[in-house]
């Protein structure tokens, strides 16, 4: 007994130290790949970001020091969003709040201006409180509450038309994270700008559908055997689609993980959003494909904590995003201007 005991403990104590130099090395190339990045590539940024080399180190993911500089250059700012600006949106957000709280008492229930912001504002206030809730810096009393508020309330301002739509505030969350924010604030709007982000945030259900549509079209390219289970038990896109581009992946996968993939989407934009799904469904393929409807919905719709970040991200790279000689972008200009054509989820 003595000896199982001494040989267990050796095993532990080996274990660790295994644990420790991983850890090392870990930690080490992380230093090295933050020097390269800050004294090589991002003075260089211009000339250097479509580099195969750069390409290569993007895709083994970016050192959280350089991150959020990493990805306000990839997002870019299109609309020219100032500092300044977001002052002026967030100046008018503070205004709403305290009218809405001045008259709350005195407005009558007929009153649809009033019930719709405050509809807006108990939504928002809702949504902060379970952003994250594990990390418990954005609830109330957290160090990021007021921040993520003040974001998405000054988005509110900035875009009227769209609003403020329940997975927004994931997304803030991941931008507070790692930017200061007014930065935050001016990645946040231009993410949200992209083709794919508007269609799912204004619910435009004919290019969602089209989103999806495309999404199977490579589904079926890549995995046809889990493709057909899916057909079989009438499991659809949407099912588990929405909640994974509506956070891009933030509230789906653990928080690193989820950062990861957010580094190789500022590179490649939306097509790596569905890339990244093919990945999880190729990773899940044999255990997914012994469940009925209502265990597969629940298995996507809830990941497992545990999920295996190297293994994920060598399933997507073996997914290939060419469909009888066509890219993703390709393929979703088709289904736009003929839908009906090779589109599995609009011909059932």
Not at 104 to 117: G, K
Not at 164 to 193: C, E, H, K, R, W
């Amino acid at each position: 007994m003595v000896a199982q005991a001494k040989k267990r403990e050796l095993k532990e104590a080996q274990k660790r130290k295994k644990q420790l130099e991983d850890r090392c090395k870990l930690e080490e190339s992380i230093g090295t790949a933050a020097q390269i990045w800050n004294q090589e590539i991002l003075p260089n940024w211009s000339a250097l970001c479509t580099s195969r080399r750069v390409r290569d180190l993007w895709w083994q993911g970016l050192p959280p020091s350089v991150r959020g500089k990493v990805w306000s250059l990839a997002v870019g700012n299109e609309l020219n969003i100032t500092h300044e600006l977001y002052s002026i949106c967030l100046a008018r957000a503070k205004e709403k709040w305290s009218s809405t709280s001045a008259h709350s008492l005195e407005t009558e229930p007929e009153d649809i201006s009033f019930l719709f912001h405050n509809a807006f504002l108990e939504l928002i206030k809702l949504d902060i409180s379970r952003t994250f809730p594990h990390l418990c810096i954005f609830q109330q009393g957290g160090p990021y509450h007021d921040v993520l508020h003040s974001i998405l309330g000054a988005y509110t301002c900035y875009r009227p038309d769209v609003g403020y739509v329940q997975g927004m505030s994931f997304i803030a969350a991941v931008l507070i994270l790692n930017l200061d924010t007014a930065d935050a604030f001016i990645a946040f709007a231009n993410l949200l700008n992209k083709p794919c982000q508007m269609a799912f945030f204004r619910v435009d259900h004919s290019l969602m559908l089209t989103y999806f549509a495309a999404f199977e079209v490579f589904f079926e390219e890549n995995l046809p055997k889990l493709f057909a289970h899916f057909q079989k038990n009438n499991l659809t896109p949407d099912i588990y689609l929405i909640d994974w581009i509506f956070t891009l992946y933030s509230k789906s996968l653990p928080l690193d993980l989820a950062c990861r993939v957010w580094d190789v989407f500022c590179r490649d934009n939306e097509e790596f959003l569905f890339r990244t799904g093919l990945g999880l469904l190729r990773l899940y393929q044999d255990v997914l494909t012994t469940m009925d409807f209502i265990h597969m919905a629940q298995f996507l719709t809830r990941l497992p904590e545990n999920l295996p970040a190297e293994q994920l991200f060598q399933h997507i790279a073996a997914v290939h995003m060419t469909s009888r000689n066509r890219k993703w972008a390709q393929v979703l200009q088709a289904l736009q201007k003929d839908p009906e054509r090779g589109s599995p989820v609009l011909k059932r």
